[in-house]
């Protein structure tokens, strides 16, 4: 099998997680609303208990956790469910460029319904800056939305200080922490969050289920239902709960709580190897404030080398991510490279890299000779690297342009 | 996506990647795409003035896997060609033989491009009038 680093995509499910899901799929398949009898009282209990794993790993109350299919969906019944419900006390929602797609482009519907969205640059370390954030709220604000770190550098934003400014003007912070629950302590009270989006299968839990956490006290957060139907969810998300899924996502989050710290140390420790090996080379420049980062996640350009073209070199054994999606057949570089300033040159020239649970000191070793191999290779039939070797200024030759 | 065995080939073992000196009278360059864009070709043939025959051709691509297999194959066509008969070379021909996907098309007119480019910088240089292209293809 080739090797993963693509955990920033997804994860595979940890045997411990598998393991406790199937007997809900067969024996114990009861429907956790039906309250008439034994199958649907196991598929309840079952639920309540995985709320409680879940609630425990961000510190909140189980009450708070309200199950959907994903983070996808959390950022939508966020969003849009918050955007409803404060209709009365404005239409503004202040985000950042950064922020992935689910959230952008919930952001977008807002507007076309005739919201307001402000969306704040970042600095070319992918930071947002707070004075920034403070200036844009208005007497309309009713919700911010800044993600806890970024899914393609990892970068993680000063989440505590834009609660507390949003508390002193009075308006919810959502934040979107897929990539960060289960890899850092996230603490809902000491964080300050209002709300938050995460999902099982970035943590090594099934895909198809995740959970928007909604604060009820201090103050008490209310978020219009986007799914019409039998009320589960204190009415907030209709739909038969996915008893295995959730029962997944609730062993998931157990795991995380008893081993985060020390994975975390550990992959942090081998994102640095890795990090060190590859800044070896010549023109390789990290993408992404360093310090404030997730600890399994780095992503880095090669200058002078494509993306896509530097993969091919290695895909059969390394899986992997590129900054330049020329894959997904769009051919734009990274949104999230490019609003930190990067040129398109160099963010087509990135690679993304997502440690996990299961990655091997021996992987890392291979990856680091891999992709050095394949970057001195393609450099060596690169006009480009030619032309800068030869002290050739490439910003003054006359491009054609497709 | 999955590539043919013949491009996978060209890109791991890449034909006339290389050099040839652009101030000789008898070498034409060309240089085609942008980096913004994701690929950057150079393409250089070397004339041999007695037989008129294309004696050499080199390389050196910025790019994707197809746009580096492209360029390979197209310089290993341009050897012992005219210069008429390497102009009649077609990105579609190079599509067959790679078999391109169909978002990778524009790797192959990159390296029609990039070979119109070279020999239209060899006619300059020897006094020739450019060939203006009569086919759009973007």
């Given at each position: 099998m080739p090797i993963y680093l693509d955990n920033n995509a997804t994860t595979p499910c940890d045997p411990r997680v598998v393991e406790a899901m199937i007997p809900y799929f067969t024996e114990k398949f009861g429907n956790a609303a039906s309250r008439s009898h034994s199958f649907g009282w196991a598929g309840e209990e079952a639920v309540d208990y995985a709320r409680e794993q879940v609630a425990k790993l961000i510190n909140a109350?189980?009450?708070?956790i309200i199950f959907t299919s994903g983070a996808t969906e959390a950022d939508n019944l966020a969003i849009k469910g918050v955007y409803e419900m404060y209709a009365s006390k404005g239409n503004h929602i202040i985000t950042c460029t950064t922020e992935h797609k689910a959230v952008l482009d919930t952001c977008k519907h807002i507007e076309k319904l005739g919201g307001q969205v402000t969306y704040l640059p970042v600095a070319e370390d992918g930071l947002i800056d707070l004075k920034e954030l403070e200036a844009a709220?208005?007497?309309?604000?009713?919700l911010i939305s800044i993600m806890?770190?970024?899914?393609?550098?990892?970068v993680l934003q000063p989440i505590r200080e834009i609660s507390a400014i949003a508390r002193k003007h009075g308006v919810l912070l959502f934040t979107d922490a897929t990539q960060a629950v289960g890899k850092i302590p996230v603490d809902v009270i000491a964080d300050g969050i209002d709300l938050m989006a995460f999902s099982a299968h970035k943590m090594y839990g099934p895909k198809g289920v995740g959970a928007l956490y909604v604060r009820r006290k201090n103050p008490r957060v209310k978020v219009t239902a986007q799914m019409d139907g039998g009320g589960h969810e204190r009415g907030m998300r209709s739909g038969t709960m996915n008893v295995p899924g959730i029962v997944g996502f609730g062993k998931a989050c157990e795991i995380c709580m008893n081993e985060m710290e020390s994975e975390a140390a550990r992959l942090s420790k081998m994102r640095d190897r890795l990090e060190a090996g590859l800044m070896q080379l010549e023109e390789a420049y990290v993408n992404g404030n360093r310090e404030h980062r997730l600890p399994h996640v780095a992503n880095i350009s090669f200058k002078y080398v494509e993306g896509e073209g530097l993969m091919m070199g290695f895909n059969k054994d390394i899986a992997l991510s590129s900054g330049s999606a020329c894959t997904s057949a769009s051919?734009?570089?990274s949104y999230v490279l490019k609003a930190l300033g990067l040129g398109d040159d160099l963010a087509h020239s990135s690679l993304r890299f997502g440690l996990g649970r299961f990655t091997t000191d021996d992987q890392i070793d291979f990856t680091i000779k891999a992709i050095s191999d394949t970057v001195i290779k393609l450099r060596e039939m690169s006009p480009l690297w030619e032309m800068f070797k030869d002290g050739v200024d490439l910003n003054s030759i006359e491009w054609a342009h497709h | 996506m999955a590539y043919s065995e013949k491009l996978i080939d060209h890109y791991q073992h890449p034909k006339n990647v290389g050099t040839l000196d652009?101030?000789?009278?008898?070498v034409g360059t060309g240089l085609v795409g942008a980096p913004e864009c994701g690929d950057v070709m150079r393409l250089q043939i070397e004339v041999d003035e007695e037989s008129g025959l294309i004696s050499d051709a080199k390389f050196k691509t910025f790019g994707c896997g197809s746009a580096i297999a492209s360029s390979s194959i197209a310089t290993e066509w341009l050897k012992g060609k005219t210069v008429d008969e390497a102009l009649a070379i077609d990105n579609m021909d190079i599509v067959e033989e790679l078999n391109l996907p169909p978002v990778k098309i524009h790797c192959s007119v990159l390296a029609e491009d990039a070979i119109k480019a070279a020999i239209n910088d060899y006619r300059v240089k020897n006094g020739l009038p450019e060939i203006v292209e009569d086919k759009k293809h973007h």
């Open positions: 109350d189980p009450k708070e709220i208005t007497d309309k604000t009713i806890y770190g970024n899914n393609e550098i990892g051919l734009e570089p | 652009k101030a000789k009278q008898n």
